[in-house]
Structure formats: structure tokens, C-alpha cells
């Protein structure tokens, strides 16, 4: 997927989904909407990561506000964003100085981790949004609430594009041509033998 194919709006709280009546809903949602301002106040998916691969973007309150109140799966779904496009790069075979590309994907990487703190997601992942009444499914986030964990892997991957300029090897380059999924245990054994990547 590219930048531009990420039209999609952020998904909504999950309350709006519990909330028993219309009104209650909209009031959730005016609520949520409360943190968006210009220039943060139009967020899509797409958005979301151009504003992440903007420099200073975090230190700005618009966007810390707008970023604050979006939810585990926003989160998650901007770092699996980011994700593709490193291993778009990933895949590619040319490699000299550092692209602007890579400088963006780095700075919204480093941005990424400083927004992903936030009460609400907190709140969110241990279950207390609503309480059990509302929101019965609330034990059940699932994966996504790995999202730092995905945030780390890509940013390992990038670091080792950045400072070896190394491609993908050849196993995650066939497995992608085949249509299958990275074998995640290759990946981590090559990340493993380069000690020299840091966090």
C-alpha cells in the first residue's frame, strides 16, 4: 500500500460503538472531536503518517492533543503504516546516500514513540474505558496492544538499512515474490547478528 491509497478516516472511540442510544453516541463523539484542532483536526491514516514524517510535529500541542486521544487501533494502524513503507524500502536493491524517504520514515518513527504515551490508550489496554457495561469486548484488544513492539521492529529494520545500507536477504526477498509471510524468525535472527543497532 501506498502513502496515497491510505485515504481512510482514524477509527472512532470504541465507546461510540457501546453507547446504547444516539445521543449517547453523539456526545462521545462531539467529545473525542473536541481534541482535534487545526491544524490537527483532519487526521486520515494518510495524514496521520505525513504529519509524523514532519519534523517537530510531536513538540507542537495541536498535534500532541490530536495523537493523545487516538485510540490503541489508530496507533497501531499508523505504525503498521510505517511499517510498509520501511519495508518497501526494505526490498529495494539500490542503496548510496541516505534518501529522504529514509530520513521521513526515521523522523516518524522517532515521533511515533514519543505520542504513543497517552492515558486514554493506558486506560484502553487495561480495560477501564466504560467499565464492563460498556464495553463487554474490553478484555479483548488483542494484538494491537503490541503496537511498541511493532514500533520496534521497524525501527530496527530501518536502522540497519541506515547505517550498513544493507538490502533485504534473500530469504525475505523470496518469501515476499512468493506471496507468503516474512519468516519473522530470519528476520530476528539478522537483526540479532548486528549488535551494533541500538535503540
Not at 477509527?11 to 446504547?20: K, Q
Not at 481534541?35 to 519534523?55: G, M, Q, Y
Not at 504513543?116 to 488483542?142: F, Q, V, Y
Not at 534473500?170 to 518469501?175: C, V
Request: overall charge negative.
Amino acid at each position: 500500500m501506498t502513502l496515497s491509497e491510505m485515504t481512510n478516516d482514524l477509527a472512532s472511540p470504541e465507546a461510540c460503538f457501546s453507547a446504547t442510544t444516539a445521543e449517547e453516541c453523539f456526545v462521545i463523539l462531539k467529545t473525542w472531536r473536541c481534541a482535534f484542532r487545526p491544524p490537527a483536526d483532519c487526521l486520515t491514516l494518510s495524514r496521520a503518517v505525513e504529519a509524523l514524517c514532519e519534523p517537530e510535529t510531536s513538540k507542537r500541542c495541536e498535534f500532541r492533543h490530536a495523537f493523545e486521544a487516538l485510540s490503541v487501533l489508530d496507533m497501531f494502524t499508523i505504525i503498521s503504516a510505517l511499517y510498509a513503507q520501511t519495508f518497501h524500502l526494505e526490498l529495494s536493491l539500490a542503496k548510496s546516500a541516505v534518501s529522504v524517504e529514509e530520513s521521513a520514515l526515521s523522523i516518524a518513527l522517532q515521533q511515533w514513540k514519543e505520542l504513543w504515551p497517552s492515558a486514554s490508550r493506558d486506560a484502553e489496554i487495561t480495560g477501564l474505558t466504560g467499565g464492563e457495561s460498556a464495553n463487554p469486548h474490553s478484555h479483548g484488544i488483542g494484538f494491537m496492544r503490541h503496537a511498541p513492539e511493532y514500533w520496534l521492529l521497524t525501527h530496527l529494520i530501518l536502522e540497519r538499512r541506515l547505517k550498513q545500507g544493507a538490502p533485504a536477504s534473500r530469504a525475505i526477498m523470496n518469501s515476499q515474490l512468493d506471496g507468503e509471510m516474512i519468516p519473522i524468525q530470519v528476520l530476528i535472527a539478522e537483526l540479532q547478528a548486528t549488535p551494533e543497532i541500538k535503540v
